[in-house]
RNA sequence: GCCGGUAUCGUCUAGGGGUCAGGACACGUGGUUCUCAGCCACGGGACCGGGGUUCGAAUCCCCGUACCGGUACCA
């Protein structure tokens, strides 16, 4: 090395590249890996890439592809080349690269680096039992490792299935300086040759990664600790290739309550479920992005582009993460408030469907939606929850709400506010927004000499159905919009209006009464003096 | 079995030879709002065990233990 002049480093920028193998959904672990890989990027200016590794052709398919695609973008995680991306160094699909992986094996099978081996699968199986049986680590046995050159061609040439195996030299120590971890020695005295290309001339994952990674010019592999141990293995392969490997981050995995692997057991694990469930995207990334890294002093709630500033690899820990749906719940709860209305109504628009409470919206029940959501929003953990919060307009009913003994017996305590509500909203326009409701609520203050708990409380039962949910300065004016919705302009339901009167305006959503109809029914229901 | 990895409040973590071991989520108590959620205040709660090095160990070393991963013609 000459001193003085400046040597470029070779890793800056960074490549680095998230190879998911499409056979089911996107894990949240392994959105954990995208998002690491994704973060480094963008944190320092490099190139972030799409690898699809399809090469277990019984459990592949394009549907999971398109899947963890879409879940990827869906977390706002974008790449610069791969699949749908395009690039320089593609194909970016394994199954692609077939001619890559088989021209590649020949050069090993020519320098002798790797050889042919014709072993059963009934043999292998019997190998490793007898292994286990003495004592011994069930590596493979070497016993084709002999067959020459030429005899093996011939073999291959008849037709007898095999594989290639790689020779992995004896008795060496394969180190590596793990970003995370620091230094991993393994011996090659515990690793059996590795299957190289598979009988069916499909490559096996620790030389396709090789190859790819080598060929896309990736610097940092950032990917599960459940790799650590075929790192020897591909380090090997480098060095049989003459190939500088790129520096290994081994990120641990999340795990479920019980410290277990994350599972099917242990309730959603798919982006896809959490999705579906209402969870935001920011707050998923935002969340899985503090299992197992801390972005310093101060708020640990930040966009991506401010954690992807502040992420280093170096700082990632080394201890395995358990996934904490109460944090989770608690980011979400954060990243609901402060969304746009409109979005949030368009995300509501599915779970709302799902209570049969609305078929198609319109514009304007999209609107009216946005101008309830937020509220409802502010005290839910995660989308999916908003029906149970908004079933006050949807879903009321007097009668119900008069089964429950607490409501009836508070609601026989403040006959004179109900009647005297009963009244003033007959006699009032409809209270269309806070101000409306507020003076009206005022001129109740005034009739009932009420105040207070003892005036709104009431109020709430009647109007709403029930003891508890979104503030009344913005259910009220709701319910009160909400009734105008699929109505005739300027004037409440009328028998006969149905498919009647050309001026009704479309509204996907089941009629919602209006609060004069509901003081009445209430009024009604609560009977007696 | 063998090989590798990991170990700070219940959870995510900060720290790292001398700290009251800090923060966040969750939890408890009180306050505030018509209710729920929230918000504010206060509170309980941790360095896996055993040896060693050292004046001093949660921190360094060794040995255990527990958990996780690998030991595939899965990735």
Known sequence: MSAGSPIPDPRSPMRVRFAPSPTGQLHVGNARTALFNWLLARGSG?????????????????????????????????????????????????SERLHLYRAHAVELLAHDRAYRCFCS???????????????????YSGRCRGIPRDAARRRVEAGEPAVVRFRVPDRRDVVFDDVVRGEVRFSTDVIGDPVLVR???????????????????ITHVIRGEDHISNTPRQLLLY??????????????????????????????????????????????????????????????????????????????????????????????????????????????????????????????????LASVVPAAAASVDRLDQIPGRLRFLFDYSAR???????????????????????????????????????????????????????????IRLVLTGGPEGVELDVAVPAVERGALL??????P???????????VRPSGFRPIPSAADRAAAFHEALGGP
């Open 400 to 458: 119900r709400a008069l089964d429950d003994p607490a409501v009836r017996a508070e609601a026989e305590g403040a006959r004179s506010v109900i009647a005297a509500l009963a009244e003033e909203l007959t006699a009032a326009a409809p209270l269309l927004d806070r101000e409306a409701f507020r003076a009206a609520v005022g001129r109740l203050r005034d009739r009932t000499g009420q105040k207070g708990r003892a005036l709104l409380h009431p």
């Open 493 to 503: 339901l009328q028998t006969g209006d149905v498919g009647a009167d050309l001026q």
């Open 239 to 368: 060095e049989a290739f003459g190939w500088t490997p790129p520096a290994f981050a081994h990120v641990s995995l999340v795990m479920g309550p019980d410290h277990s692997p994350l599972s099917k057991r242990h309730g959603a694990t798919s982006v896809k479920e959490f999705r579906d469930r209402g969870c935001l995207p920011e707050a998923l990334a935002n969340y899985l992005a503090l299992i197992g890294w801390s972005p310093g002093e101060g708020n640990e709630l930040l966009p991506l582009d401010e954690l992807a500033a502040r992420f280093r690899l170096e700082d990632v820990g080394r201890s395995a993460g358990v996934f904490d749906v109460e944090k989770l719940a608690w980011v979400n709860r954060h990243y609901l408030k402060l969304a746009d209305p409109m979005r949030l109504a368009r995300l509501t628009v599915p779970h709302l469907q799902r209570e049969a409470w609305l078929s198609e919206p319109t514009d304007a029940d999209l609107n009216f």
């Open 46 to 94: 490099g190139t972030f890439i799409l690898r699809i590794e399809d090469t277990d052709v019984e459990r592949s398919s394009r549907e999971w592809e398109r899947a963890i695609i879409e879940d990827l973008r869906w977390m706002g995680l974008d790449w610069h080349e791969g699949v749908e991306a395009g690039g320089a160094r593609g194909p970016y699909r394994q």
């Open 121 to 139: 699968a009934d043999q292998l199986e019997a190998d490793r039992r007898a292994a286990l049986a003495e004592g011994r680590p069930p590596k």
């Open 199 to 217: 009988s069916d001339g499909y490559p096996a994952y620790n030389f396709a990664v090789v190859v790819d990674d080598a060929l896309m010019g």
């Open 486 to 491: 699929g109505r005739p302009k300027g004037r």
